[in-house]
């Protein structure tokens, strides 16, 4: 799955990274806002002929998070990026644009808790990329600071890294990428008007006429925005908003490539030194590093903040204490043989990723075949019923055992066919409509047994 939201993040960055040929043509004929206008005009209408499907009712956060969406990512963000650049040098706003990733990874950490922590790699990465970027958008130039239109990019930038993170709230809600990007033009274009009131818009529709116009144009509409916006939304769905953004370092290296291909520009070895460090940086930002750079973080951190380090000790090397803490599973024992088994596999499964600590590391047997670690202590499995689990269910909800690691498997999660149709029917159902097939467990020991009672092993 992740290969694939790489392969869309990396699609998109090639197409986007080449759009810029489109629009300088284009300009000669329209204005900034028109050509903004019309290609999200036409991507909508594509993604409307594509997939001509209705986007369910929607509650009103949800319907808010796609105004803001609209907003930043397909309005704003454009705007400002062309404002400054007839404040400022092309060169600056590349620049500073390229910070995106940057600020997403800040407002990632600090909104979006189910997003990889930041660690060394990623510094070093950013570090390494900007750079490059840098070699490649001065290219040998004078570099000419420029407040007010430096200013504007830093905004556009950060106006990008806020639609990042809402893109990433809006693929919680289980929706069709098509019908949430479609929804996200609309409430972009409309933010749109009142900006092209206050510019020489034209609506003399016989500029399309011309071949070339129309094919740039059809580029940027169908290509850039209806296609890429979809690709885009679909990797950060899949694999975050900081791991998507990282890809946006590619387009200071696209855009030397494509000038070299179709404009025939000169390529200098300043421009194939930035190009180089820019690919690097993104790959050190992507690459996980493993044992050896979760070792440097322990290290840096025992040595400046002790404090923190004990912390992240606790946090990753943390093992169950078997003397005074327990993990149990309860599974009514009139399922069937099947449904048992999946039932037991599905919680485990999901205790594996909520506790993390309490699977040992992988091991080698004597011939040298690698085994994945496995739980480090037995989880009994004890016979109930549906009214049981039920009772302890519903216990569970106390102030007093709101320290227990519980997960439950119900009848309504049991005959979904996807994560989406589970989500929708979650969010319709009340706690008394649920009847649940099973329930693990974990945390202190007496609280437990409290619990469980003398409840007999499922045989």
């Known amino acids: 799955m992740k290969k694939q939201g790489h392969l869309a993040a990396l699609f998109t960055i090639l197409i986007w990274g080449t759009t810029f040929i489109s629009t300088k043509i284009l300009l000669a004929d329209f204005e900034p806002i028109e050509i903004l206008f019309f290609r999200f005009v036409m991507g909508y209408i594509a993604l409307l002929t594509v997939y001509p499907h209705r986007l369910k009712k929607l509650s009103r956060q949800q319907e808010i998070t796609f105004v803001a969406a609209g907003f930043c990512g397909v309005c704003l963000y454009y705007l400002l990026e062309n404002i400054a650049l007839t404040y400022t040098m092309a060169s600056n706003v590349g620049v500073i644009i390229?910070?995106?990733?940057?600020?997403?990874?800040?407002?990632?950490?600090?909104?979006?808790?189910?997003?990889?922590?930041?660690?060394?790699?990623?510094?070093?990465?950013?570090?390494?990329?900007?750079?490059?970027?840098?070699?490649?958008?001065?290219?040998?130039?004078q570099l000419k600071l420029n407040p007010v239109g430096d200013i504007l990019a830093f905004a556009a930038a950060f106006t990008w890294a806020c639609y990042s993170i809402l893109t990433k709230k809006i693929g919680s809600f289980g929706l069709s990428v098509i019908l949430t990007t479609r929804r996200t033009f609309f409430y972009g274009i409309l933010f749109m008007i009142p900006?092209?009131?206050?510019?020489?818009?034209?609506?003399?529709?016989?500029?399309?006429?011309?071949?070339?116009?129309?094919?740039?144009?059809?580029?940027?509409?169908?290509?850039?925005?209806?296609?890429?916006?979809?690709?885009?939304?679909?990797?950060?769905?899949?694999?975050?908003?900081?791991?998507?953004?990282?890809?946006?370092?590619?387009?200071?290296?696209?855009?030397?490539?494509?000038?070299?291909?179709?404009?025939?520009?000169?390529?200098?070895?300043?421009?194939?030194?930035?190009?180089?460090?820019?690919?690097?940086?993104?790959?050190?930002?992507?690459?996980?590093?493993?044992?050896?750079?979760?070792?440097?973080?322990?290290?840096?951190?025992?040595?400046?903040?002790?404090?923190?380090?004990?912390?992240?000790?606790?946090?990753?090397?943390?093992?169950?204490?078997?003397?005074n803490e327990k993990c149990v599973m309860i599974i009514d024992e009139n399922l069937s043989l099947g449904i048992i088994a999946n039932t037991a596999a599905i919680m485990g499964i999901t205790l594996g990723k909520k506790m993390p600590e309490i699977v040992g590391t992988d091991i080698c047997d004597r011939t040298g075949n690698r085994h994945l670690g496995i739980i480090e202590f037995p989880i009994p499995i004890l016979k109930g019923n549906a009214d049981i689990i039920k009772a302890i269910r519903e216990k569970l909800y106390e102030q007093d055992f709101s320290d227990l690691t519980v997960v439950d498997f119900s009848d309504l999660a049991q005959g979904c066919k996807t994560y989406a149709e589970f989500i929708e029917k979650m969010k319709r159902a009340a706690e008394t409509d649920l009847n649940y097939l099973g329930i693990a467990i974990c945390g202190a020991k007496k609280k437990v047994n409290k619990l469980i009672g003398s409840m007999a092993l499922l045989r």
């Open 98 to 141: 390229s910070v995106a990733p940057f600020i997403t990874a800040i407002l990632a950490h600090l909104f979006i808790k189910a997003e990889e922590k930041l660690q060394l790699n990623f510094f070093i990465g950013f570090i390494v990329a900007i750079a490059g970027i840098i070699l490649i958008s001065f290219n040998g130039s």
């Open 195 to 323: 900006a092209l009131s206050l510019s020489d818009f034209q609506s003399d529709m016989s500029r399309f006429t011309d071949i070339t116009n129309l094919l740039n144009i059809l580029y940027l509409g169908i290509g850039a925005s209806a296609l890429c916006f979809v690709t885009w939304n679909y990797a950060v769905k899949i694999l975050g908003a900081v791991k998507t953004s990282i890809y946006i370092y590619m387009v200071p290296v696209i855009t030397v490539i494509t000038s070299v291909l179709i404009l025939r520009e000169t390529v200098t070895w300043i421009s194939i030194t930035g190009t180089a460090l820019s690919v690097a940086g993104l790959f050190l930002s992507e690459y996980n590093g493993g044992k050896k750079t979760e070792k440097l973080f322990v290290y840096c951190r025992e040595y400046q903040f002790r404090k923190i380090y004990l912390y992240y000790y606790q946090r990753r090397f943390y093992k169950m204490d078997l003397q």
